[in-house]
Nanobody, 114 residues
């Protein structure tokens, strides 16, 4: 199983980034896919989730209306579109797959700063 995130970087407040997570080694379309983040000194928290069945989504209150999770079951990829970014969104963002157990990517750094 492999989850490879990309798309992180440095962005100014109010800017946008799109994270991608390419998955392999398991039946992607059958897995719940989630994005988590962890800021320095803080616990890892779930940001967004998308179901395997109907594409239903769920978001942390802190990102509702600003972030959008989506998936492409042909490309085995899950995305996180992040708009109106704030300094408090700064964190390492992790891709997570739930299929029998949890699988994690290595993380990608997102820094929101002027």
């Amino acid at each position: 199983v492999q989850l490879v995130e990309s798309g992180g970087g440095l962005v100014q407040p109010g800017g946008s980034l799109r994270l991608s997570c390419e998955a392999s080694g398991f039946p992607f379309s059958s897995a719940v896919m989630r994005w988590f983040r962890q800021a320095p000194g803080k616990e890892r928290e779930m940001v967004a989730a998308i179901s395997s069945i109907n594409g239903g989504t769920n978001y942390a209150d802190s990102v509702k209306g600003r972030f959008t999770i989506s998936r492409d079951n042909v490309k085995n990829t899950v995305y996180l579109q992040m708009n109106s970014l704030k300094p408090e969104d700064t964190a390492v963002y992790f891709c997570n797959a739930v299929f029998g157990r949890n699988y994690w990517g290595q993380g990608t750094q997102v820094t929101v700063s002027s």
